[in-house]
Antibody, heavy 116, light 105 residues
Framework: EVQLVESGGGLVQPGRSLRLSCTAS????????MSWVRQAPGKGLEWVGFIRSKAYGGTTEYAASVKGRFTISRDDSKSIAYLQMNSLKTEDTAVYYC???????WGQGTLVTVSS | SYELTQPSSVSVSPGQTARITCSGD??????ARWFQQKPGQAPVLVIYKDSERPSGIPERFSGSSSGTTVTLTISGAQVEDEADYYC????????FGGGTKLTVL
């Protein structure tokens, strides 16, 4: 059974950093791109970015709203994708989801609250 | 950058056909996916590659494409289909539509 479990969310002050993890199981993690999607309270879905599989270079793409502040990485040996978030802003407050490949599987999400 | 436009809400009675559209220039070149999201839950993929249905998704869900518009059709909508629906597409970057609240009552 495919499972994605996000962790690392919480309350953080503006300007600080936070790292989210997405632990995968039930499939060959290294064969898939992994994406991050967020949803601010009461708002719609927003694509954050993704990391390609090593077979496609392991390169990353980001939304303009987070480029230069957020970094996605992966550890295929541990089946974990990461979202490093720096210089956090109040508008980054959201539930953050990780998704597999074509977004056929999603985690349950982890809440990040940026507030002083 | 590019964007996808959806109606904010659609309302149908049970058993009727619900159609939700999504428009954007990127759709002329790239496939769309559709996601269903119920309150407090993670999104669920219901359509990919414009019209393909993942296993486990009821046959009443279908998708179509014409030019820069894709359409999600729910034939014989059920009360349990009431949810928010989002289209998505990606060129070098991904983008979601603003979402459509489907009411079935």
């Amino acid at each position: 059974e495919v499972q994605l479990v996000e962790s690392g969310g919480g309350l953080v002050q503006p300007g600080r950093s936070l790292r989210l993890s997405c632990t995968a199981s039930g499939f060959t993690f290294g064969d898939y791109a992994m994406s991050w999607v967020r949803q601010a309270p009461g708002k719609g879905l927003e694509w954050v970015g993704f990391i390609r599989s090593k077979a496609y270079g392991g390169t990353t793409e980001y939304a303009a709203s987070v480029k230069g502040r957020f970094t996605i990485s992966r550890d295929d040996s541990k089946s974990i994708a990461y979202l490093q978030m720096n210089s956090l802003k109040t508008e980054d407050t959201a539930v953050y989801y990780c998704t597999r490949g074509s977004m056929d599987y999603w985690g349950q999400g982890t809440l990040v609250t940026v507030s002083s | 950058s590019y964007e996808l436009t959806q109606p904010s809400s659609v309302s149908v009675s049970p058993g009727q056909t619900a159609r939700i559209t999504c428009s954007g220039d990127v759709l002329a070149k790239k496939y769309a996916r559709w996601f269903q999201q119920k309150p407090g839950q993670a999104p669920v993929l219901v359509i990919y590659k414009d019209s393909e249905r993942p296993s486990g998704i009821p046959e009443r869900f279908s998708g179509s494409s014409s030019g820069t518009t894709v359409t999600l059709t729910i034939s014989g909508a059920q009360v349990e289909d009431e949810a928010d629906y989002y289209c998505y597409s990606a060129a070098d970057k991904g983008v979601f539509g603003g979402g459509t609240k489907l009411t079935v009552l």
